[in-house]
């Protein structure tokens, strides 16, 4: 396997809060690395520099052994770097394959050719039945699934999931995972954010874990779970004592 | 051997265009005609104004401003120089587009309200530039005074007898202007608009250069609210700055494409439709009673749009019609046809 992300010294400060502190983090081509923590622990922020919402105030990041760290997004998506939001963001006036087409367009400029793709891209998020809804009409189960669908249609090398299993129940979220394997699998490499621990357990070949801001344990799935800064930064000290 | 089918809103369209064209052979009365003109070229610019305000969703409320840069520049050219008016107007329509990417490259910077209130600043820097000025760049403008177009005659410099040839240039200038809006919202262009419009850093996300993008619709609207600017002073055989670049004109413009349905095709030249008509009839006969009067019915009309129907027309007319076939259909259904 080839390192494809490398992050290095990352480190992103809002004013006097330090909200990513010197992180380094390394993404091997193929992978599905979970990225955990709890609420604040700067996951979104990092995620947010590596697609380039906002630049990094030090550090690296090299993508296929380019550094990128203060890139404007669109151009980040160019390189195949693709994204979705923990809060959903859909064109909420365009139908489920136009929001779509948007993504399809960024490799193919012919409109025909574009919804083609894209139809494609719905079918694979299993999506057909909302194809000509309009993104205001739709769930959170529906949204996060267009999330993933406009994010696919750029066809990212990387593809970075914030949080794409919030909020839906235990069926959704298993078809989720299973969505998200088939999305690895067809050769697209995986940073996910995620809170529900049977997702990223099941999903991830190995996790990083940040407590405010840093970086405190990094590993398999079963490393990182038995790792005792983990159960401390999660449950507290007295929990980690009780144990 | 297959049938060749027609498309039926290429059929309707044709219809249309055809009867328009027939319009003149029908009507002769000169006031008549000319109120059909002041249609087609509202309806002209507020379809340019939909391409920045509606497709991305941009309030540029001082836009108007192009109109009178691009007619005072075809009108110094010809007047002074001798350029043909279809020279000038790509003159005009260019400076307008230069300057709508370095006012858009600051203005877009800035969100919502505050983008508006800079396009409104904008348009008064300029028009109160014109007004002071009696020579703009050696040229004689005369400053806040009309500027009279001179009168040499012929197509070439679009100059015409009688309203007739002004109605078919302007019919050929409102078809093209739709056929460029129509274009522009089925192209790649259109979709990134329509994204920005909704949410900027979702498009950002997929590769959208949002501030290009920007620029390029306000470059392509200013470009034809430039030109539409000569054709328009052509017609008028004069300008008079309060008026070509007065607010009123920009406010005019945006409120066809707001009321029609801003970011729809067919919206902005429907309101155009329904209101220019309705304002030049207020004003002959309302306006020549009562004072005051004629605008203040309009506003009054122009708010019953907004409250009764906030989508804009165009909209909540395909929703009923939606509405009714899907009525129809369900009864279809219940009979077992």
């Known amino acids: 396997m080839s390192k494809m992300l490398e992050v290095k010294d990352l480190t992103k400060r809002f004013g006097g809060l330090t909200a990513v502190n010197k992180v380094d983090m390394n993404v091997e081509k193929g992978e599905i690395v979970g990225l955990i923590g709890a609420n604040g622990a700067g996951k979104t922020t990092l995620f947010n520099m590596i697609a380039g919402a906002f630049p990094p105030s030090e550090g690296t990041i090299t993508f296929n052994g380019r550094e990128i760290q203060g890139k404007p997004g669109y151009e980040i998506c160019r390189m195949g770097i693709g994204r979705t939001y923990q809060i959903v963001k859909p064109f909420s006036n365009l139908t489920v394959l136009d929001n779509t ?15 083609e793709k894209a139809r494609e891209v719905v079918h694979t998020v299993g999506l057909d039945y909302r194809m000509d809804v309009v993104g205001a009409d739709l769930n959170l189960p529906e949204l996060k699934r267009l999330e993933l669908a406009r994010a696919l249609a750029t066809q990212p090398q990387l593809l970075l999931l914030d949080e794409v299993m919030a909020g839906l129940n235990p069926a959704d979220s298993d078809k989720m995972i299973e969505l998200v394997r088939e999305i690895n699998q067809s050769g697209v490499t995986i940073i996910i954010i995620e809170h529900v621990m049977k997702a990223i357990m099941r999903l991830s070949h190995r996790i990083y874990v940040l407590n405010q801001g840093k970086l405190i344990s990094q590993g398999t799935p079963e490393e990182v779970s038995n790792d005792p800064e983990v159960i401390r930064s999660y449950f507290g000290e007295k929990r980690y004592a009780k144990n | 051997m297959k049938r060749k089918t027609w498309n039926p809103k290429v059929v309707s369209l044709g219809v249309i265009c055809l009867a328009v064209l027939m319009i003149p052979r029908f009507i002769t009365g000169t006031l008549t005609l000319q109120y059909i003109i002041n249609i087609m070229i509202f309806a002209y610019f507020a379809t340019c104004w939909n391409i920045v305000g509606g497709y991305a969703g941009q309030l540029a409320l001082g836009n108007g401003v192009f109109v009178g840069i691009g007619a005072y520049v075809s009108a110094v050219l010809f007047n002074y120089e001798g350029i043909s008016p ?12 230069v300057l709508a990417i370095f006012i858009g490259s600051l203005t877009f910077r800035l969100n919502g309200s505050y983008f508006a209130l800079a396009t409104v600043a904008m348009l008064h820097i300029i028009r109160l530039t014109f007004m002071s000025n009696k020579y703009m760049f050696g040229y004689k403008t005369n400053g806040a005074l009309s500027l009279n177009i001179k009168w040499r005659g012929g197509f070439q410099n679009m100059q015409f007898e009688n309203n007739v040839g002004y109605f078919y240039l302007i019919f050929a200038l409102l078809v093209v202007g ?40 306000n470059a392509i609207s200013a470009f034809m609210l430039g030109v539409g600017g000569t054709f328009y002073s052509f017609f008028l055989n004069v300008i008079d700055p309060s008026k070509m670049l007065g607010y009123d004109m920009s406010v005019q413009i945006l409120l066809f494409a707001i009321i029609g349905g801003s970011g729809t095709l067919v919206g902005p030249i429907l309101a155009a439709v329904l209101l220019v008509p309705v304002q030049d009839i207020l004003r002959g006969i309302v306006g020549a009673s009562v004072q005051g009067l004629a605008p203040m019915v309009y506003g009054l009309i122009l708010m019953i749009f907004v409250y009764y129907l906030p989508r804009g027309l165009w909209p909540s007319i395909v929703t009923l019609y939606e509405n009714l076939t899907f009525k129809k259909k369900q009864r279809m259904a219940k009979d077992g046809r």
């Open chain 2, 86 to 97: 279809f020279i000038g107007m790509l003159i005009g329509g260019a400076i307008c587009a």
């Open chain 2, 178 to 217: 739709i056929l460029i809006s129509w274009y522009i919202k089925n192209s790649k262009m259109g979709y990134y608009l329509q994204a920005i419009s909704t949410n900027p850093e979702a498009a950002n996300s997929l590769g959208v250069n949002v501030m290009a993008m920007k620029l390029k619709a």
């Open chain 1, 101 to 115: 087409v948007v993504g399809a367009l960024l490799l193919d400029s012919n409109v025909k050719r574009a919804r």
